[in-house]
Every structure is written in C-alpha cells, then in structure tokens.
C-alpha cells in the first residue's frame, strides 16, 4: 500500500493542477526558482486517501462489471446487457457496426449506440428510457419526431453525427419533460454553410440545465431560450466540438440569465464587447482560453462587471498567440477583479514575460489559486507582490521558457489584440513604479531575503510566509550547488526541487525540520555531504532518484547521511550508481516503510535491517546481485516472521550452482515474500538450468547433479592431492641439499646483517685453509699418517681436520658449512664407510652445493675413491663429480702411493694458479 501513497504524492504533485514547475528569476538571469504554495496540510493527504479509496472502489466495480454485464440479443442484433432493480436492463449496443435501431425491449431503460453506422430513427426508443447515447453515428435528420413519448428521457447524447440543426423543427422536443442534459457538439460539417440555432425548438425544454452545442458564426440565443429558467451549463467549446464566431455582444447571453458555467475556449474570437458577461448575475465559472487573438488587452472587456456576478473561476489560457515577443499583464488588466469574489485564474501558455508592479495586489483576499504555468516569466520587481497573497493556497508559475509547439507557432497566422492606453493612462506604469520607490522596494526584498541565526551561525535566509505549505521548484532550469542556506517558513510541509541541475548538495538546510515530503529525484547531482540531511528530522517521504550520488553513499561508512532523519518511511535511491552500500547506511531509519534501489549496480548487501521493524518494500530490482550471503537471509527471516515485507528482486542475474543450494532453497521457502518470483532468472555462465517457476522441482534436481558431482569432487580432490603430494616429495628430495644450502645461506646472510659479522666469500683473494679434509671416523689413522704427513708437511697446504681444527660450541652442522667455507677446496676421502656415514654425506652433498652455487666449478671438490668404492658400483652421491672427472683412485699397491700423492699435488696446484 505504501507504494500505491508514494505515487499518489507524485501523482498529486505533478497532475493534480496541471502543472509541474515554476520559474523566479531572483538575482540573476541563471538563477530562478519556482513556487507553488498549499494552505491546508490535510488536503494532501485527504487526496491520497481518496485516491486510494477510488482505487479500491474501482477495482471492485470492475470485478462487478465484468461478472454482471451479460450478452443479450434484441431481434438478431447482439448487446451487453446488465440487470438493475425492478427487473429493468441497461443496454450497450456501441461499436456493433448497426445501421438501424434494434428492437428493444420496453424494460430497456439505459441505451448506449454509440460507434454505429444509424442514419436513422424511425424505430423509436423503449418508453421508459432515461439514458441515450447515439454518438458518432451517421444521423443526419430526426425526422418523423423520434423522440416521441420519451417523457423519462434525462440524458441525449447526439455528438458527431451530421444533423443540421437548422432543420430541427417546433415539436422535436415536446416529449422531453425530464430531460436535463442535451449534447450536439460535433454536428456541423460545412463551416461556410450558415448555422441558426432555433430557439422555438429549443424552448421546449423547460428541465434543460446542461447544453453542450457547437458555435457556429453569427451565433445568437433568443428569446425562446429566457423560458429555460434551469439552463446552467452553456459548452460552445471548440476543443469538444466546432465553434467560430468572432464576437461576443454585450447581449448574446441577455436570454440566458440563470447561466452559471461558460465555455467559449478555442472558438476564434477577436472581440469582447464590454460587460457581455457582467450580466449573469450566477454566473461562477468561465472558460475563454484558447482564442489567441483575444490578448490580455481583451481582459477589461471580458471581466467588466464580474463584481456584480458570482464568478469564482476565470481561465484565459492561449489568449495571445503561440510565437512573439512576451506579453505583459497591467494593471488595468485587473482592475475589474479588485471587487469580485473570485479565487481561481489561470493565464497559462500566454507567453507571459512580466507583470506590472501591483498588479496582483489588485486581486481580492478571496484568491485561491493563480496559474501562470508555462510562460516565460522573467525576474522583476512583480516578484514581491507575491508575498502580499497572504490567502493564497496555490501560486503555479511552472514550467517556463518551454518552446512553442512546432510547426504550429511558425505557420500560425495570428494577430493579438494590444493595448491601447487612454491619454491619462500612458504614464500609468511609469508613475505607479515611482511612486512605490526604490527605498520601499528594497525593505520588501530584506523582508524576503534575509540573514538569520541558525543554530548559533548566521546564513543566508529566505522568508517565506508562514501559511505556504508546498514549494514547488521542479523544471525550472535551476543550476548551482545547494549550499547551506535557511528557509524561515514554519508551515512548510512539501518541497519539491525535481528535473534540475542541483549539481551538488552540500548544505546543511536549516529551517527545514518540518518537511514532511521532499523531492530532488533528476537532478544530475554526484555529490551528497553528510551533512546535507542534518536538520531534515520529520522528512517522511524523501526521494532522491535519477542522480549519480553512489560513490558518496559508498564512501558513508557510519551512515551519517542518513542520521539524522529519524521520521523517514519512503525513500527512493534508485538510479544512482550504487555500487554498494555500508551495513550501517540506514542505522537511525527505525520507521522505514519503503526502501527503492532499483537499477543501481548493487554485487552484494550488507545493510542492516533488523531494526526496521515497520519496513514493508524492498526494490531491489534490477541491480548485479548473485545471491544473498546467509547471514543476510537470517536478517530478512527475522523480517519475515513480524512484518509483511516484500522484496523485489527481479533483473538480478543469480548464480544457480551447487554452491548456491542454500540461498536458491532459502528464497523458494519464502518465495511469497519475493515479488515477482516466478520471472527470476540465473546467470547465463556458471549455472545449471533453474525454473523459478518450478522452484521446488527444479531444487530437487540440483540437488541431485550436485550429489553425483560431489563423488566426483571428492575423488578427483583426493586423486590430485596424492599425485602432488608425490610430485612436491619426488622435487623435495631430489633437491633437498639445495634447499638445505639455500636455507643455510639466508640465516648467514641475516646473521651478517644482524651481527655486522664478516664472513668470507668464494671471490675473497684468500682462505684461512687450502683445503679442507673431508673422512669418515674409521679413516682418522690415515688422515694422521698419511694425509697430513704428505699434504701438509710436505706440500705446505694448510689443511682442515675437522678432528683437530672444529672449533667449540657450535652446532655440527655450522661448524661443516664454516670450515666449507673458509677452505679453498675440499678433498673427500671416500670409503665404504664414508658413504654409509650420515655426516659425511651431509658434507658431500653441502660442497657439492657450494661448488655450484658459489664457487661455480665443481673442481672445487675432489673425490679419492678408496678400492673398495671404485671396485664396486660408484654411489648417487658421487656420480656427477664422477662424470666431471672430480676425483683420484687410491692405489692398492704400496709401491704407487708416493705416484699418488705427488699427481694429487700437482693437480691441486695447478687448479690453484688457474
């Protein structure tokens, strides 16, 4: 329902009088601002209110109509028929392409044959008819007197047919005693072909209070009309019908004294004579717009002696033609109003550009409603006359600068009457302008624009009086930021800023604290300050769509936008680029009824809602989400059980897959909550097939495809780890001393930069050791006797016996890594022994790494393979360095032990020179 209130308040904003903006151009030809002002807050309300119920009513009478009007035949002609009380019917016959009348039934009371083909009505009419729609047909006379004996007859309806109505005859009528409405507009044809309305017919018909017939040229309303004493309502719209007569005498309606409703629009007149209505003395409603020849110059003519009649309305809309340069209102053009009781003008579409000072304060205290709609008003000193309309409840100065209609402004052929001013009135406006005085206009515009204090600061300040409730600036071409300004004006509930260029809303707007409805939708704004809605604590309905200020509401992370307005039920954020909102935007909307936010680019929500205990709408259509995470089902379930919320998430592409199960069996539960579930649809990649339609069966499938796959996920997730898992350990031990090496460089190099301790590197000029011995335990008699002895002794190399020369205290393993080195090169005696030796191959593979990651050259190491080694197969451990020719056998025969040692020397040195 609330919905249905939100567009009733838009509804009544912008149709409700016609006009939807205004234009005051106050301080500069850029800046102009529109307003339109409402005295009684309950009438807005009352109007939704009704309009709601008119709703409901009509929808029931809709229901009630299709199920009570039924098919019926009279002779071979086919009907819809309805039953009323007293067994009578109402008969709809129209559009059934009828050349004749049927032969209805004498119960028949309600007739409508509207849309046939009848040229003719011999047949007659049921005696008892009270209602007879005949138009748009193809009557051209009435003869043989058709309406014969119709003494019920209150309604005759014989639009757009081709009677002439000249022809009509003494008689025609004399049966109608009861009949209260008469439509002929639409008859004539041939406008050249003159056109008498006989008022011997028409005196026949003494209950006559509504005549709605076409205006032909030369139009007059004689004597036979004075006995019609009930005539009210005289239609000679153009509009509705045909009407051209180009002068109103001051005695066309002397024969119709008891009118109180003219319409003489759009029937070309060029000429008023003065006082030709002042004579209707009930005279309440008057309608001359749409003759654009007429000009304002006509209005003294056409209001003299208004103050002896009951006018309340007067519309002069289109009285100046289409294209020219703007027109202006004098004050003589109201003089005759100044004593009326008149609360209603309209002067729209009359290329109005200014007003003479003074001129509305011509009107009387009894003014209700002015409507200077779609004009081109400019800014003048008029502007402060407006606020001399204390009684005033509705001021339309909207939708200005509009262009002409085209073509019709450049083809039209049209001569405005102009004033012509009297010898003692052509100084009127310059003297009246005089006599006001630059002094007097300046404290009227420091009464308007003024500077208050507002919350301890002094700003800019509008003041407006206290009985205006709505303001209305919407297409009004207003272009600036809104800074932060006042508006004193404690009665205003309604503002209205829409299809403008407030680019920038910074404020805050103070004075504002009782506005209940607020519009600034279509306003190209990017930017919103979170401080811009500071004092907007009773806003109730705030709509802010069609901008571009997502990025600010991204950025407001503790909702401090939205803090403040504690009252809101309707808003509308729709149109603008939110790409996502923080979970706190909304913390301090407790009351919030409806939430739009609708075609945004909204991938995930993570407002709060629990609080929103009233809330009943959510739109949400058309936005990029997927799905909603579970901790946001929770928040809407909880919703679900208190409120009667419903969602929208219609336009959103989600992800039917087997990670979205949850969430697509979650939405189907609810599925009553979700308004227009049955057209949801999933994303075109990533989803199996989902029919919103067939929810539940379509769940169920996919619950199964997602069961055969979970095997499978299973089988293949086990499968692949296992063969990584061999494939991580087969790379980890094949490289597992490099890693060892990498490892034990990094701790020295962090070491180096923690300690500031200097270690040697490979490209340093010299070692502390020219080579160092690598051997197993059981070897340690041969290092004694033999090694040291020949390579030490002898040679002068200086060696690393790891038995002699390990320092204490340190880990075995940083002890290998610092002898490595700190030595030239390394020699490995290598037995059987040697290789089964954990250590010992730990020092292996280490040199090795240091040969080739640091040193580059793996004749950095040299092997003496023992017999027992090279006798047998040559170990992993030593093949590459095997390959490189990195390694001496060691003789089995003593008597080549001193050939040994002296090669081994040599090609140590020899390495060393290179």
């Not at 912008?14 to 409402?38: C, D, H, P, R």
């Not at 639409?186 to 406008?191: F, L, P």
């Not at 004193?488 to 404020?507: H, I, K, P, V």
């Not at 680019?601 to 709408?617: A, G």
């Amino acid at each position: 329902m609330l919905p249905v209130l939100y567009f009733c308040s838009i509804l009544r904003r912008k149709e409700l009088y016609g006009f939807t903006a205004a234009n005051w151009k106050l301080n500069s030809s850029s800046f102009s601002m529109a307003v339109q002002i409402k005295m009684v807050s309950s009438l807005g309300r009352t109007l939704c209110n009704v309009v709601l119920l008119l709703l409901m009513i009509t929808s029931a009478f809709a229901t009630l109509h299709k199920k009570s009007w039924d098919t019926c035949h009279f002779g071979s002609v086919e009907c819809k028929c309805q039953k009323v009380p007293n067994n009578l019917l109402k008969a709809d016959c129209s559009g059934r392409r009828l050349h004749t009348l049927p032969a209805f039934n004498t119960n028949v009371t309600w007739i409508d044959l509207s849309n046939n083909s009848i040229a003719n009505l011999s047949r007659g009419f049921p005696r008892n008819v009270s209602y007879i729609n005949l138009s748009s047909n193809k009557i051209q006379q009435l003869n043989m007197h058709p309406f014969n004996g119709l003494f019920n007859l209150k309604t005759l309806n014989l639009e757009r047919n081709r009677i002439n109505i000249t022809l009509m005859y003494k008689g025609l009528f004399i049966d109608l005693h009861s009949l209260t409405e008469l439509s002929l507009k639409g008859n004539i044809q041939d406008k050249f072909k003159p056109t008498l309305i006989l008022d011997d017919v028409f005196s026949e018909l003494r209950s006559l209070e509504t005549l709605k017939i076409d205006g032909p040229a030369n139009v007059t309303f004689g004597k036979g009309f004075r006995g019609l004493t009930r005539l009210q309502k005289l239609d000679l719209s153009g509009i509705t019908g045909y009407c051209s007569f180009q002068r109103i005498s001051h005695d066309m309606f002397l024969n119709l004294p008891k009118l109180t409703y003219v319409d003489v629009s759009a029937c070309d007149i060029l000429d008023i004579e003065e006082g030709a209505f002042g004579k209707l003395r009930y005279l309440e409603h008057l309608d001359v717009s749409h003759n654009k020849q007429l000009g304002f110059a006509s209005l003294p003519n056409i209001t003299h002696n208004l103050n002896k009649t009951s006018i309340r309305v007067l519309r002069g809309n289109g009285i100046n033609c289409l294209s020219g340069i703007g027109t202006k209102i004098l004050k003589r053009h109201f003089e005759n109003l100044k004593h009326t009781k008149i609360s209603e003008i309209y002067f729209e579409k009359n290329r109005l550009e200014q007003l003479e000072p003074g001129a509305l304060r011509l009107l009387p205290n009894t003014i209700d409603i002015i409507s200077f709609g779609e004009n081109k008003l400019t800014q003048g000193r008029y502007i402060l006359d407006y606020f001399f309309l204390q009684n005033t409840r509705v001021l339309n100065i909207s939708v200005q600068l509009r262009p002409p209609p085209y073509p019709e402004s450049i083809f039209e052929r049209c001569v405005e009457k102009t004033d012509v001013l009297r010898p003692n009135e052509r100084n009127f406006v310059r003297r009246d302008t005089s006599k006001i005085g630059e002094n007097k206009y300046k404290s009227l515009i420091s009464e308007f624009i003024l500077r208050n204090r507002w919350h301890w600061k002094f700003v800019l300040t509008f003041d407006l009086p206290k009985s205006y409730e709505v303001l209305y600036a919407n297409m009004s071409r207003l272009y600036r930021t809104l800074p932060e300004f006042g508006i004193n004006a404690t009665g205003l509930r309604e503002m209205y800023l829409q299809d403008n260029f407030f680019y920038s809303w910074n404020g805050p707007i103070h004075g504002v604290e009782n506005i209940r409805i607020a519009d600034l939708s279509n306003n190209y704004c990017s930017h919103i300050s979170k401080s811009f809605l500071k004092y907007a604590r009773g806003v109730v309905m705030l709509n802010m769509s069609i901008n571009d200020i997502g990025r600010s509401l991204s950025k407001d992370a503790d909702g401090e936008i939205f803090e403040n307005t504690v009252s809101l039920e309707v808003l509308d954020l729709s149109y603008n680029n939110i790409v996502e909102l923080s979970s706190r935007v909304f913390k301090n909307v407790q009351k919030l009824q409806t939430l739009n936010l609708q075609n945004n680019k909204l991938s995930t929500w993570r407002v709060e809602v629990d609080h929103m205990k009233n809330i009943q709408f959510i739109n949400l259509k058309q936005n990029r989400l997927t799905e909603l995470k579970k901790d946001t089902q929770i928040s809407f379930t909880k919703l679900f059980q208190k409120t009667n919320l419903s969602i929208d998430l219609s336009g959103n592409q989600f992800l039917c897959s087997c990670d979205s199960v949850h969430f697509l069996e979650w939405i189907t539960r609810y599925r009553n909550h979700f308004v227009h579930f049955d057209r949801y649809e999933c994303s075109s990649t990533n989803s199996h097939k989902f029919n919103f339609s067939d929810a539940k069966n379509s769940l169920v499938l996919l619950k199964k495809n997602c069961e055969s796959y979970l095997v499978t996920y299973i089988v293949s997730s086990v499968a692949v780890a296992f063969i990584l898992s061999i494939i991580i350990g087969i790379v980890l031990v094949k490289n597992k001393w490099k890693i060892r090496y990498v490892v034990y460089k990094f701790k020295q190099r962090f070491k180096k930069y923690a300690c500031h301790s200097t270690i040697p590197q490979a490209e340093s000029p010299s070692y502390e050791y020219d080579i160092m011995i690598s051997y197993s335990p059981k070897e340690l008699s041969f290092v004694l006797t033999d090694v040291i002895p020949r390579l030490e002794n002898e040679a002068r190399f200086q060696l690393y016996v790891k038995d002699r020369d390990e320092p204490l205290g340190i880990p075995l393993g940083g002890a290998i890594m610092e002898a490595i080195q700190k030595s030239k090169r390394v020699v490995c005696l290598v037995t059987r022994s040697y290789l089964k030796s954990t250590w010992q191959d730990y020092e292996l593979n280490m040199s090795r790494m240091e040969a080739i990651e640091d040193r580059e050259n793996l004749n950095f190491v040299h092997l003496i393979l023992f017999p027992d080694v090279y006798n047998g197969s040559i170990s992993i451990q030593t093949l590459d360095l095997v390959r490189q020719e990195c390694f001496s056998e060691y003789p089995e025969e003593e008597c080549a032990f001193d050939d040994f040692w002296e090669t081994l020397i040599a090609h140590i040195k020899e390495l060393d020179r290179c």
